[in-house]
């Protein structure tokens, strides 16, 4: 089968389809047909690198991608629940996924069904950063009524968290740039703020949380922002996000600063689906590409320039 992986180091990494075997599914998994991925920054932040090292010891690459979504073509020995011929939709964590590829192992744990109103390219978009924001929500103890903000409202994460939010009944505010106040106003968002404007302040009212979906403003940088008690969630990534979390927690306590790792599981996935059913959630994609372009893909998302997510549309619509 054909799948993408990336090729070199730092500037040099190319990113292309090569031949692969076709994988096997273990007890808990479904083989699915792909129908669609999406591009993550960990792709290219980290398994590229990764990659890059594994061919100069000469061990294989690993294959891109942890978003899936397609149709079930073969099961494992445990899997319950589905069937052949499922449409459904994943992710796990660890990083040979594999899913932008023609066939995908997915482990049924970490999965659901595919949203009856989304296309299949609506549906690759969502689990790493539908559930990190659902996540990041959670443990930022949003609720009704809660005032939240939200730190780059308009990219993958944060066009689902700006959404999320308003689902939950929270006031939401959400942070972006100028080419993008009208996006996330149409997502929900009760106020926005303009990054880009010299000296830019955010509304005198405090905040019962900060979401930091792009793990770039440390506590120190939003503690005015918040209420005495408000909590500040980070999407965690990499180790300037890292370095920021183990210093908030000195200096703020465990309480008030607290990060999220995506933990896919298919209640989350299910959760998300329902609310995509209830027309309460929608996928923002902000450019979709050939599997023969997936090197195109991954420019666009490293461009830092998405509004939403990149799709790689595996199997041809």
């Given at each position: 089968?054909?799948?993408?992986?990336?090729?070199?180091?730092?500037?040099?990494t190319?990113?292309?389809?090569?031949d692969?075997?076709?994988?096997?599914?273990?007890?808990?998994?479904?083989?699915?047909?792909v129908?669609?991925?999406?591009?993550?920054?960990k792709?290219w932040?980290?398994?590229t690198?990764?990659n890059?090292?594994?061919?100069?010891v000469?061990?294989?690459?690993?294959v891109?991608?942890?978003?899936?979504a397609?149709v079930?073509v073969?099961?494992?020995?445990?899997?319950?629940?589905f069937?052949?011929?499922?449409?459904?939709?994943g992710?796990s964590?660890?990083p040979?996924?594999?899913?932008?590829a023609?066939y995908a192992r997915?482990?049924?744990?970490?999965?659901?069904?595919?949203?009856s109103?989304l296309?299949?390219?609506?549906a690759a978009?969502?689990?790493?950063a539908?559930?990190?924001?659902l996540?990041?929500?959670?443990?930022?103890e949003?609720?009704a009524g809660?005032?939240?903000?939200?730190?780059?409202a308009?990219?993958?994460v944060?066009?689902?968290?700006t959404?999320?939010?308003?689902?939950?009944?929270a006031e939401v505010?959400?942070l972006?740039?100028?080419?993008?106040?009208?996006?996330?106003?149409?997502?929900?968002?009760?106020e926005v703020?303009?990054?880009?404007?010299?000296?830019?302040?955010?509304?005198?009212?405090?905040?019962?949380?900060?979401?930091d979906a792009?793990?770039?403003?440390?506590?120190?940088?939003?503690?005015s922002?918040?209420?005495?008690?408000?909590?500040h969630?980070?999407?965690?990534d990499?180790?300037?996000?890292?370095?920021?979390?183990?210093?908030?927690k000195?200096?703020?306590?465990h309480?008030?600063?607290?990060f999220?790792?995506?933990?896919?599981n298919?209640r989350?996935?299910s959760t998300?689906?329902?609310l995509c059913e209830?027309?309460?959630?929608?996928p923002?994609i902000?450019?979709e590409?050939?599997?023969?372009?997936?090197?195109?893909?991954?420019?666009?998302?490293?461009?830092?320039?998405?509004r939403?997510?990149?799709?790689?549309?595996?199997?041809?619509?």
């Open positions: 089968m054909k799948a993408a992986t990336s090729l070199g180091l730092g500037g040099s190319r990113f292309e389809l090569r692969f075997a076709r994988p096997e599914p273990r007890a808990h998994e479904v083989l699915v047909e129908h669609a991925s999406s591009v993550n920054p792709d932040k980290y398994i690198v990764l890059g090292l594994m061919r100069r000469g061990l294989p690459p690993f891109l991608g942890d978003d899936v397609g079930v073969e099961k494992g020995a445990k899997v319950v629940g069937e052949m011929g499922d449409a459904v939709y992710m964590i660890y040979n996924t594999g899913a932008i023609q997915l482990d049924t744990r970490r999965a659901a069904r595919k949203p109103n296309s299949f390219s609506e978009a969502m689990p790493l539908g559930l990190t924001a996540q990041a929500l959670r443990a930022a949003i609720r809660s005032r939240v903000l939200i730190l780059g308009s990219g993958g944060g066009t689902f968290a959404q999320i939010a308003k689902a939950f009944g505010a959400g972006c740039s100028t080419k993008n106040l009208e996006l996330v106003r149409t997502l929900g968002a009760d703020i303009d990054y880009t404007q010299p000296n830019f302040t955010v509304p005198e009212r405090k905040f019962d949380a900060v979401f792009v793990s770039r403003y440390p506590m120190s940088a939003c503690a922002w918040l209420k005495p008690e408000g909590i969630v980070s999407a965690l990499g180790v300037g996000g890292a370095v920021n979390l183990l210093r908030d000195v200096a703020y306590g309480r008030r600063a607290r999220v790792f995506v933990a896919p298919s989350d996935l998300l689906g329902t209830e027309g309460k959630l929608k923002v902000d450019s590409y050939a599997f023969d372009d997936v090197g195109d893909a991954f420019a666009r998302s490293r461009s830092g320039r998405s939403g997510k990149v799709i790689v549309n595996v199997k041809p619509r």
